[in-house]
C-alpha cells in the first residue's frame, strides 16, 4: 500500500452517467492487481472521512483510471478535476480476485453498473476468455461492452426495461446459457455489482457446485482496517466470524458470505 499524490492526465465522459479519471501514479500501478481499489482524497470535502473508495478500472504503465459515477457530495466535487490537477490517492487497497482459472474452468463475469470497472481489469489479465454478463437498468447504464468485445470476450446484456438485449435481470440470460450447456456448465464466476445480482448468483453457484469470486461494496471510512465501518459476517474454518471488507475483501468466495437472511454454505 501507498500514499501517492498524482496528478490528472485526463478526466473523460463514458457514456452519459459516468466519467473516467486517469491520473498518473506509478507506484500503486506498479503493485495493483484486480479487484483492487483505491481511496481517494477529495479536498472539497470537510467531514471525517475524506477519502472515497473507487475499484482500479485500467492500469496503463505509470497510469491508473477508475471509472466512476456522480453520486453526492464527494464525486460531484472530483467532476470539475482538471489535468494538471494533484490528486491525493492511497492504494492498491484490499485483496483483489485470482488472476487465474480453475483447470477445465470457464471464466464467467457477471457486472451491474460499475462492477464492470474492476472486472476489465481483471478480463485484461485473466489468461483465459470467456463471457460477461452485464445488467443495469436501461441502456445508458450498461458499460464497455465494446471494449470486453475489443479483448475478445463474448458480452451478454440485459437490461429492466429492454431498451438493449434482453429485457431483465442480467441473471435471465445467465441462468438461459447455463441451461443451454446441459450438464456440461463448468463456470468460475467473478462478479461485481449490487447486492440482489450477488446474492443471486451466491445461490446460483451453491445449487451447482461452482467456485465464485465476489466482490462487496461496503460503505467504508479508513479503507485500510482501522476504523471498523465495513464489517461482514463470513464462515471460516467452519466458524461465524467477522471480517473488514476494506482489508480481507472486497473479494470473497461465495461460500464463505453470510447474507443478512444467514444464508450461506457450511
Ligand atoms: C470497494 C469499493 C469500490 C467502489 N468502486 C466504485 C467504482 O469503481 N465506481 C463508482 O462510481 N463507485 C464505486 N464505489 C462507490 C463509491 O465509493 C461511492 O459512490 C462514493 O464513495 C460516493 O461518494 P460521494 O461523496 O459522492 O457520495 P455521498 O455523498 O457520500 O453519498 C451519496 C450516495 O451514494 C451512496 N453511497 C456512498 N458510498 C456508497 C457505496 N460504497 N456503495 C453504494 N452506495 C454508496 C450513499 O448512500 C448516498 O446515497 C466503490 C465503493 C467501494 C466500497
Ligand atoms: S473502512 Fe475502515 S475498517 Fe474498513
Same mark, same amino acid.
Not at 473508495?53 to 460531484?76: A, C, E, H, M, Q
Not at 447504464?141 to 468485445?149: E, P, S, T, V
Not at 476494506?246 to 444464508?263: H, L, Q
Given at each position: 500500500?501507498?500514499?501517492?499524490?498524482?496528478?490528472?492526465?485526463?478526466?473523460?465522459?463514458?457514456?452519459?452517467? #459516468?466519467?473516467?479519471?486517469?491520473?498518473?501514479?506509478?507506484?500503486?500501478?506498479?503493485?495493483?492487481?484486480?479487484?483492487?481499489?483505491?481511496?481517494?482524497?477529495?479536498?472539497?470535502?470537510?467531514?471525517?472521512?475524506?477519502?472515497?473508495?473507487?475499484?482500479?478500472?485500467?492500469?496503463?504503465?505509470?497510469?491508473?483510471?477508475?471509472?466512476?459515477?456522480?453520486?453526492?457530495?464527494?464525486?460531484?466535487?472530483?467532476?470539475?478535476?482538471?489535468?494538471?490537477?494533484?490528486?491525493?490517492?492511497?492504494?492498491?487497497?484490499?485483496?483483489?480476485?485470482?488472476?487465474?482459472?480453475?483447470?477445465?474452468?470457464?471464466?464467467?463475469?457477471?457486472?451491474?453498473?460499475?462492477?464492470?470497472?474492476?472486472? #476489465?481489469?481483471?478480463?485484461?489479465?485473466?489468461?483465459?476468455?470467456?463471457?460477461?454478463?452485464?445488467?443495469?437498468?436501461?441502456?445508458?447504464?450498461?458499460?464497455?461492452?465494446?471494449?470486453?468485445?475489443?479483448?475478445?470476450?463474448?458480452?451478454?446484456?440485459?437490461?429492466?426495461?429492454?431498451?438493449?438485449?434482453?429485457?431483465?435481470?442480467?441473471?435471465?440470460?445467465?441462468?438461459?446459457?447455463?441451461?443451454?450447456?446441459?450438464?456440461?456448465?463448468?463456470?468460475?464466476?467473478?462478479?461485481?455489482?449490487?447486492?440482489?445480482?450477488?446474492?443471486?448468483?451466491?445461490?446460483?453457484?451453491?445449487?451447482?457446485?461452482?467456485?465464485?469470486?465476489?466482490?462487496?461494496?461496503?460503505?467504508?471510512?479508513?479503507?485500510?482496517?482501522?476504523?471498523?465501518?465495513?464489517?461482514?459476517?463470513?464462515?471460516?474454518?467452519?466458524?461465524?466470524?467477522?471480517?473488514?471488507?476494506?482489508?480481507?475483501?472486497?473479494?470473497?468466495?461465495?461460500?464463505?458470505?453470510?447474507?443478512?437472511?444467514?444464508?450461506?454454505?457450511?
Amino acid at each position: 500500500m501507498q500514499l501517492e499524490t498524482g496528478n490528472v492526465v485526463s478526466h473523460d465522459s463514458e457514456g452519459t452517467l #459516468y466519467r473516467v479519471l486517469t491520473l498518473e501514479l506509478p507506484n500503486i500501478s506498479s503493485n495493483a492487481v484486480p479487484g483492487q481499489f483505491v481511496h481517494l482524497r477529495v479536498s472539497a470535502l470537510q467531514d471525517a472521512v475524506l477519502r472515497r473508495p473507487f475499484s482500479i478500472y485500467r492500469v496503463d504503465g505509470k497510469n491508473l483510471s477508475i471509472l466512476y459515477k456522480n453520486v453526492g457530495r464527494g464525486t460531484s466535487s472530483m467532476c470539475t478535476l482538471r489535468p494538471g490537477d494533484a490528486v491525493n490517492v492511497l492504494g492498491p487497497l484490499g485483496n483483489g480476485f485470482p488472476t487465474a482459472v480453475s483447470s477445465g474452468k470457464f471464466p464467467v463475469l457477471v457486472a451491474g453498473g460499475y462492477g464492470v470497472a474492476p472486472l #476489465y481489469f481483471l478480463a485484461t489479465r485473466l489468461p483465459v476468455k470467456g463471457v460477461l454478463f452485464v445488467g443495469g437498468a436501461r441502456a445508458r447504464d450498461i458499460l464497455l461492452n465494446d471494449r470486453f468485445k475489443a479483448l475478445g470476450w463474448n458480452v451478454c446484456i440485459a437490461t429492466e426495461d429492454g431498451s438493449l438485449g434482453t429485457r431483465g435481470r442480467v441473471t435471465e440470460p445467465f441462468d438461459a446459457w447455463i441451461q443451454s450447456l446441459g450438464g456440461d456448465a463448468k463456470p468460475e464466476i467473478f462478479a461485481c455489482g449490487p447486492n440482489g445480482m450477488l446474492k443471486a448468483l451466491c445461490d446460483r453457484a451453491r445449487q451447482g457446485g461452482w467456485n465464485a469470486w465476489i466482490s462487496l461494496d461496503r460503505h467504508m471510512g479508513c479503507g485500510v482496517g482501522a476504523c471498523l465501518a465495513c464489517i461482514q459476517r463470513v464462515v471460516m474454518e467452519g466458524q461465524e466470524v467477522l471480517v473488514r471488507v476494506c482489508k480481507e475483501g472486497p473479494v470473497f468466495e461465495s461460500r464463505t458470505i453470510v447474507w443478512e437472511d444467514g444464508n450461506h454454505e457450511a
